[in-house]
């Protein structure tokens, strides 16, 4: 029996980093540990380029544009989409993890998702780098990951 396991440690691979602007004040944090992650896994600050974009919603287009580059072995997509009174929610939140799940398998490229999505901004703020960890962290340890697992295992 064989076993593949991606390790986290990067060796010349280029990452794009797309980021809502939107609920800057958590995407600012999920920005800082995804690049935090990256830079401990060997990643030199030139393999990193950063795509800000106005909300959750245009993540997807953008990873779509930036995919379809071929400049990136692979895309960190992070944003924070935060509970309302109107159903405003449901809504990009489902389409963004849609679109993100899309284009991993259209592409066959790690586009990880570090799509905060919670009821309030407490759990938000919880999420990017509190108690709960740094979701744009380990959104880079993803992509880092599947990225060594597919060469180790040569597919």
């Known amino acids: 029996m064989k076993e593949y ?10 990452y794009g980093i797309i980021v809502s602007r939107f609920n800057n004040f958590i995407t600012d944090r999920l920005l800082d ?7 401990r896994s060997g990643v030199k600050d ?4 950063i795509f800000r974009v106005p909300g959750a919603f ?7 544009k930036i995919a379809v580059s071929k400049k990136y072995d692979a895309i960190i997509c992070l944003g924070a989409v935060i509970r309302g009174e109107t159903p405003h929610f449901d809504f990009v939140a489902n389409e963004v993890t849609k679109g993100i799940a899309q284009l991993n398998l259209e592409y066959s490229l790690p586009i990880s998702y ?3 999505t919670a009821d309030n901004t407490d759990q938000a703020v919880e999420r990017a780098g509190n108690k709960m960890g740094n979701k744009g962290f380990s959104s880079a340890q993803s992509a880092i990951e599947l990225l060594n697992l597919f060469n180790n295992a040569n597919i």
């Open 33 to 39: 540990g995804a690049v935090d992650a990256l830079s």
């Open 114 to 116: 570090g799509i905060i």
């Open 5 to 14: 396991i991606g390790q986290l440690v990067s060796e010349g691979l280029k």
């Open 46 to 49: 030139d393999e990193i380029e």
């Open 58 to 64: 245009e993540i997807p287009l953008a990873a779509k």
